[in-house]
């Protein structure tokens, strides 16, 4: 199994250039997050899918949009980059349950630059 | 506004010493616990996972949680350089019609040879 994996691994956009990053998860888990992680600000989530068909905002979701194109995968759309979304995005997946997720599994992150 | 409260550290320990991380959580309503480590350019690694008080040993890995004081640590015995990380706590919390994980900011361990 290859858990979760996300593409690309980095990137170089130019302000105003958009881009998807892709997010797939092979342990058939109902939830997934997209999350970012910033120096002295920690992980903060952007948005996440609590099943199929569901998406929901996080703590941050101005400017991102995200599709849950099935169980599998997840992904998370700039459609105007900007400086400020400079930052490494974790993608992670989950169980879930009634009172909140099981354990949360990251992805190996893509390193994402804005200039 | 819900949080989870880390020492960012660092904290510095000699190899074979119990390196001992706490964290804080603002929820009381909160079930879950999780502990991640976090290697320099890499993604959070599952560690620990903690639901009940009490304390939670797996290897050299001790979770330990008290809802009443709102306080979950982790104590790594026998700490090696190989341990040097960030460690990150996460609370599972209640936001609206779901439950969501907050992180802290996350405490950096060096462990010295």
């Known amino acids: 199994n290859a858990g979760v994996t996300q593409t690309p691994k980095f990137q170089v956009l130019k302000t105003g250039q958009s881009m998807t990053l892709q997010c797939a998860q092979d342990m058939n888990h109902n939830s997934m997050y997209w999350y970012r992680q910033d120096p002295g600000m920690g992980l903060r989530l952007i948005y996440y899918?609590?099943?199929?068909?569901?998406?929901d905002k996080g703590e941050v979701p101005n400017g991102y949009n995200v599709s849950r194109l099935n169980k599998r995968e997840f992904s998370l759309r700039l459609e105007s980059a900007a400086p400020s979304q400079t930052s490494v995005y974790f993608c992670?997946?989950?169980?879930?349950?009634?009172?909140?997720?099981?354990?949360?599994?990251f992805g190996p992150g893509t390193r994402l630059t804005v200039t | 506004q819900k949080e989870v409260e880390q020492n960012s550290g660092p904290l510095s320990v000699p190899e074979g010493a119990i390196a001992s991380l706490n964290c804080t959580y603002s929820d009381r309503g909160s079930q879950s616990f999780f502990w991640y480590r976090q290697y320099s350019g890499k993604s959070p690694e599952l560690i620990m996972s903690i639901y009940s008080n009490g304390d939670k040993e797996d290897g050299r890995f001790t979770a330990q949680l008290n809802k009443a004081s709102q306080y979950v640590s982790l104590l790594i015995r026998d700490s090696q350089p190989s341990d040097s990380a960030t460690y990150l706590c996460?609370?599972?919390?209640?936001?609206?019609?779901?439950?969501?994980?907050?992180f802290g900011k996350g405490t950096l361990l060096t462990v010295n040879p």
């Open positions: 899918s609590a099943s199929e068909g569901t998406t």
């Open positions: 996460a609370v599972n919390m209640r936001g609206g019609s779901n439950y969501k994980l907050t």
């Open positions: 992670a997946s989950s169980e879930s349950r009634s009172q909140g997720s099981y354990e949360q599994y």
